[in-house]
């Protein structure tokens, strides 16, 4: 069984033999709420986007994983931000109970951006504090409910998940200064969101095909794995960011050629993540 919420998010279920994995893109969404009432440039705001980000995790479903995408955009609100991770001058008004503002925020990068990217701000005006209750009631709070239903569901029946957080990363290839040059980043927060044996497993399938992988440099993992990562009872949960540049052109948002291959390698990994779960699952054994 499968599932939308319009607007907010689709579920895609497994549609093989069931394993313990769970994918969410919680970045790659592009419908625009009509009271998002933006006043930046459209193109910039959507370099907020990880665009086709659930397109690449396409094949997990019909490889017997859950694959979980939000409809909305992350610049409208993060659903990989604390509820508490709010700028107090972003809204008019009192809000209604404490925050606990992180140097995301302080960036403008918070649960509701300030700005699109730096130097641009998202919006003209303040927004009400109603407005942004009415945006985690109704985008936040699904999202995670969907996110922790399916993870829970699957750790109750196989007493274990493995959890992978699907973002994309803007190319600092032709960065002069401060540049990376580096194709996935894997974020475990330091080694506190899952068992190292799976970071290192997913970093040596991606090198096997050729890919740079750094792990927990410029992107550790924020709030998704934060509240997922439970190695210790067995779930566990990777945030994974690829270069957008392998796969689409960041100033038109098309798909470039390289789509198809970085899909095919994507596919690749989560056939190989098959394989992991199953023999863990059988106690070391390949299946
Ligand atoms: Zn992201």
């Not at 709010?86 to 509701?112: E, F, M, N, Q």
């Amino acid at each position: 069984m499968s599932f939308e919420i319009p607007g907010v998010l689709w579920r895609r279920d497994p549609q093989a033999a069931e394993l313990p994995l769970v994918f969410d893109s919680p970045h790659s969404g592009t419908s625009y709420p009509e009271d998002f009432q933006f006043s930046c440039p459209f193109d910039v705001l959507r370099t907020a986007e990880d665009t086709y980000v659930d397109e690449l995790y396409a094949a997990a479903p019909e490889l017997g994983a859950t694959l979980i995408g939000a409809m909305f955009p992350r610049s409208y609100l993060d659903p990989n931000r604390a509820v508490d991770d709010l700028d107090s001058a972003l809204v008019d008004g009192t809000w209604p109970s404490p925050l606990a503002p992180s140097h995301k925020t302080r960036s403008g990068l918070g649960l509701v951006r300030r700005v699109a990217k730096s130097g641009v701000p998202i919006y003209d005006r303040k927004l009400g504090v109603d407005e942004v209750l009415a945006r985690l009631e109704r985008y936040h709070t699904p999202y995670h409910r969907v996110l922790d239903e399916a993870c829970e569901r699957a750790h109750r029946k196989f007493g274990v998940v493995w959890h992978l957080n699907c973002h994309s990363m803007p190319s600092q290839r032709s960065a002069k200064k401060g540049g990376h040059c580096v194709d996935f980043v894997l974020g475990d927060r330091d080694g506190t969101t899952c068992a190292p044996e799976f970071t290192a497993f997913v970093a040596q399938v991606l090198r096997e095909r050729g890919y740079t992988v750094w792990i927990n440099e410029i992107y550790k993992g924020v709030e998704i794995v934060k509240r997922q990562g439970r190695p210790a009872m067995q779930r566990h949960s990777l945030q994974i960011e690829v270069d957008r540049s392998l796969y689409m052109d960041q100033k038109t948002f098309e798909k470039s050629p390289g789509f198809d291959r970085l899909q095919a390698d994507i596919t690749g990994l989560i056939e190989a993540l098959k394989s992991f779960a199953g023999a863990q699952l059988n106690g070391g054994r390949e299946p």
